[in-house]
Each structure stands twice: as C-alpha cells, then as structure tokens.
Nanobody, 123 residues
Framework: QVQLVESGGGLVQTGGSLRLSCAAS????????MGWFRQGPGKEREFVAS????????LYADSVKGRFTIFRDNAKNTVYLQMSSLKPEDTAVYYC????????????????WGQGTQVTVSS
C-alpha cells in the first residue's frame, strides 16, 4: 500500500487558482494510477480527475474539464491538481487516492486514500 498526504488547500476568491499536492510514501508510487476526489458540504464524494502511472493519460469530470489539470512527478512521488477559474461550487474537501487498476473514475477501485485538504471558494 501507499500512504498519501495532501496539502495546498485554502481559501480563495471566485476566479482564483490553487495547486493541491499529494505526497506518497511507500512502495512503487509509479505503478499506481492516481486520482483526486472531492466531497462538498452535504454532498457525496465525487470524482474530479485521474492520471495513469506514466502520466500520459488523464481523465476529468465534466464539471472541471478545462479548468483543472492533474499531473504527476514520479521522481518526487507526488501528484498535483492545478485548479483555475475556481467557482463557489468547487468548495469541498479534496482527497487524493491511489489505484492499482490504473486511471478511472470509480472510487471503489482506489485502495489508498489521504486525509483530505479543504478548499473554500468565496463568492
């Protein structure tokens, strides 16, 4: 298994940007597909983005496509989520997750999760 720690959350105004980081420890980070999920107030956890082990393939939720970018640095055992043009509806706790099944949107295939980082977008 891999241990995950997110950072980079905070308070930002509508239209602003944030970059989330997820540092992984453990074995074989580069063999995992990685994903970002979020859970807003009173909402269920939802998929945001995922990336293949090599970083060459990505998948995005329609709600963030064109505004968010997921990328990874396997040398640093870190995956990132660059968020731009933020909206109040992006307010949520953002979770990083790792999957041995590659990149996809199904949270049940992700076996390791971080503790989450809060993102708040003010209007």
């Amino acid at each position: 298994q891999v241990q995950l720690v997110e950072s980079g959350g905070g308070l930002v105004q509508t239209g602003g940007s944030l970059r989330l980081s997820c540092a992984a420890s453990g074995r074989s980070f580069s063999s995992y597909g990685m994903g970002w999920f979020r859970q807003g107030p009173g909402k269920e956890r939802e998929f945001v983005a995922s990336i293949s082990w090599s970083g060459t393939s990505t998948l995005y939720a329609d709600s963030v496509k064109g505004r968010f970018t997921i990328f990874r640095d396997n040398a640093k055992n870190t995956v990132y989520l660059q968020m731009s043009s933020l909206k109040p509806e992006d307010t949520a706790v953002y979770y990083c997750a790792a999957s041995i099944f590659g990149w996809n949107a199904d949270p049940t295939t992700f076996g390791s999760w971080g503790q989450g980082t809060q993102v708040t977008v003010s209007s």
